[in-house]
């Protein structure tokens, strides 16, 4: 039959330089139209202090859909999850923390992968 989909692995590494706000973000890329990300393993830290509390969430539509919160991270504690997420189009995967110091280095990982399909919108 017809290839409706293809896979392709994707993998996300993502750091900045936290302005020390009272909340401080760092996200992945938005996925574009025609592509759905399904990750299988999501990582993130404040390599350089233990700060406030940390979110994980979905951007996207106007609004953030959260999934889990951990507490008093301590400095470069590596967060781990291997709960699997599908971000759409438009939406963005983001961690979010407290009480960060100007210039801590906040850091994302993950991987899985990108499906594409023409029947998703934008899709060719």
Known sequence: G????????????????ASGGTYDYVKSDIVPP???WCLQGIAYENQTGARGTMRRYIEGHGYDH???EHQSPGS???IFTDQLLYLLPGERLTIRQASCTASDILAL???????FSKFLPGGE
Not at 4 to 13: D, F, L, Q, S, T
Not at 109 to 115: N, R
């Open 76 to 78: 470069a504690e590596l």
């Open 109 to 115: 990982y993950a991987h899985g992968y990108k499906i």
């Open 34 to 36: 025609g592509e759905i």
């Open 66 to 68: 959260f999934l889990a």
């Open 2 to 17: 017809a290839n409706m989909a293809e896979k392709m692995p994707v993998r996300i590494r993502e750091s900045v330089s």
